[in-house]
C-alpha cells in the first residue's frame, strides 16, 4: 500500500454494481447479491461507480460492490534524546557545539525535517517527547509531550520550531523516558478505540546515565511490557552502540537502526533511510471496513480482499481466521468483526510494492476459509 494513502477513516465507498442471475436473498444485508434490475429488494437501487476497480472474472458475477481500503492510521510517539553528549561533532567527547552542522543534534534535525514533511508520511500523526526534561528522573515527566497530535506533512514546521527550541544539555534518563511515552502511547491507543495504531520510536546516542533502574535491561522491560499492542523502535546515532539492540527487539522490532556518525557526509542520508523503514514497518496492514447503509448490516461472509500490484493485474487473497495461511486475510474479531487484518506473507507484499492497492469486493462468498 502507498504510505501516501494512509488516511484517518476509511475512504468514501466507492461501489460498482453488477447485476447478477442468483434471487435477493434476506433483504436488509449489505454486500449480497441484488436481482437483475440493480434492486437490493427494499426498493432502493445498488450504489454505483463506474470509476470503481474491476474485479477478478471469478468476482465479476457476484460482486455488488468495491471500496478502495485505506489503511489505519498510525500515531507516532517520537522520544528524542536531547542529552549534552548529542552536541558532539567529532569522535571525541569534547567539544561539543549543537550549532555544528555536523553534530549528531544538527544531523538529526535535518533527518527529522526530511521526514517531517515528507509526502510519503501523509496521514501519520506525531507527538514529540524529548529528554532529559523537567524533573528527568520522574516517569510522569514525559507523559505529555512537548507537542502532541501533528498531522504529517507538518507544513506549519510545528514539530521542527519546537525541536529548535530545545537546548541539549545533561543525561540520559532512557527508561523514564522511554515508559512515560509509553503511557501517552496507551492512551492515544485507547482513544483511538481499535481504529489506528501506535507506535514508539526512540531516537538515542548514547547509553541510559543517571537516575535509578535505568539501564538497558529496564527499558527493555518497559519496552517488552507495551509489545503486543504498542512497538518501540530504536534508532541509535553514534558509535558502539550494539545493546540498544536488545531494547527493539523487547519492543517488537527485532533491532536497533544505528547511524554510524563516523562519517559525518552520510549520517542525515543513513537516518533519513532509518526514519523511512520505521515509517514503513509501523504502518499496520490493518484495514477499516466499509459501513452498511442506514438500516442495513454487512454480510461478514460476503466479503472478499483484492490486491492489485504494481503490474495492474488483482488477485484475491484467502480468508484464513487463524493465519494459518500467511498468505491470507482474516478478521480482527470474527465474532464482531470491526477490521481487516492480512497475514504476514500478505502484509510483506503491500509493504514491499509502493504502488499496491487492496480492495474490499463485497456480495460474493468470502474465498479461502469459512468465515463462521
Not at 115 to 144: Q, R
Not at 150 to 178: E, F, H, Y
Request: aromatic share 4%; with cysteine; proline share 5%.
Amino acid at each position: 500500500m502507498a504510505l501516501r494513502s494512509v488516511l484517518v477513516t476509511l475512504a468514501a465507498l466507492a461501489v460498482s454494481a453488477v447485476a447478477c442471475g442468483t434471487p435477493a436473498p434476506t433483504l436488509g444485508t449489505f454486500g449480497n447479491s441484488p436481482d437483475d434490475d440493480g434492486d437490493d429488494g427494499d426498493g432502493q437501487k445498488s450504489i454505483s461507480n463506474s470509476d470503481a476497480p474491476a474485479a477478478t472474472s471469478e468476482l465479476d458475477r457476484c460482486a455488488t460492490s468495491t471500496a478502495t481500503a485505506q489503511q489505519l492510521p498510525l500515531h507516532m510517539v517520537l522520544v528524542l534524546d536531547q542529552s549534552g553528549s548529542m552536541c558532539e561533532f567529532t569522535a571525541n567527547v569534547n567539544p561539543r557545539d549543537c550549532g555544528n552542522a555536523s553534530s549528531k543534534w544538527q544531523q538529526v534535525r535535518t533527518a527529522l525535517s526530511t521526514f517531517f514533511s515528507s509526502p510519503d508520511s501523509k496521514g501519520i500523526t506525531v507527538s514529540l517527547v524529548a529528554f532529559p526534561a523537567g524533573n528527568a528522573c520522574s516517569v510522569s515527566t514525559y507523559e505529555s509531550p512537548l507537542v502532541r497530535d501533528v498531522a504529517l506533512p507538518d507544513a506549519q514546521n510545528q514539530l521542527l520550531t519546537r525541536i529548535g527550541q530545545l537546548n541539549p544539555n545533561g543525561s540520559t534518563p532512557t527508561r523514564q523516558a522511554l515508559e512515560g511515552a509509553l503511557r501517552f502511547g496507551k492512551s492515544v491507543e485507547t482513544q483511538l478505540a481499535g481504529k489506528g495504531k501506535v507506535a514508539v520510536v526512540l531516537a538515542t546516542d548514547g547509553f541510559p546515565q543517571d537516575c535509578s533502574g535505568n539501564s538497558i535491561s529496564d527499558a527493555a522491560n518497559v519496552a517488552a511490557a507495551s509489545q503486543a499492542t504498542i512497538p518501540t523502535y530504536v534508532i541509535g546515532v553514534g558509535n558502539r552502540l550494539d545493546s540498544l539492540n536488545t531494547i527493539a527487539a523487547a519492543g517488537g522490532s527485532t533491532k536497533a537502526f544505528i547511524v554510524s556518525t563516523t562519517n559525518a557526509a552520510t549520517v542525515n542520508a543513513e537516518l533519513s533511510d532509518s526514519l523511512a523503514k520505521i515509517r514503513g514497518s509501523a504502518l499496520s496492514c490493518e484495514y477499516g471496513l466499509p459501513a452498511p447503509p442506514a438500516g442495513q448490516s454487512l454480510d461478514f461472509k460476503k466479503v472478499n480482499v483484492q490486491l492489485t500490484g504494481a503490474g495492474g493485474s488483482a488477485s484475491t487473497i484467502p480468508f484464513s481466521a487463524d493465519c494459518s495461511n500467511t498468505q491470507g486475510w482474516r478478521y480482527d474479531n470474527e465474532a464482531a468483526p470491526t477490521k481487516i487484518q492480512l497475514c504476514s506473507a500478505s502484509c510483506d507484499k503491500v509493504k514491499l510494492d509502493g504502488s499496491a492497492k487492496v480492495d474490499l469486493v463485497l456480495g460474493c462468498q468470502t474465498q479461502g476459509a469459512e468465515v463462521r
